[in-house]
């Protein structure tokens, strides 16, 4: 882990994640690039693997999400 490491969003990540239903595997490598985030650098400071295992684990979260509402006034 870096220096940059960020325990608190690492563990909220993978809880959203799992409970969104990412496979555990993958919501742990998502947590581990997300809670090494630096907002100082281009990407967050995410290498283009970095980058697919975050898309991989939205991929995974969002079809797992229910339908939105419909909203009608």
């Known amino acids: 882990m870096s220096d940059n490491f960020k325990q608190n ?3 909220a990540s993978l809880k959203a ?3 969104g239903g990412v496979p555990e595997e993958l919501a742990i490598k998502a947590s581990q690039v997300v809670a090494n985030d630096d907002a100082s650098r ?3 400071g995410r290498s283009p693997e970095d ?3 975050v898309n991989q684990a939205m991929v995974h979260y969002w079809a797992n999400q229910p339908e939105p509402l419909e909203v009608t006034e």
Do not use: A, S
Request: no cysteine.
């Open 9 to 11: 969003l690492y563990d």
């Open 17 to 19: 994640l799992t409970e």
């Open 51 to 53: 980058q697919h295992i």
């Open 42 to 44: 281009f990407d967050l």
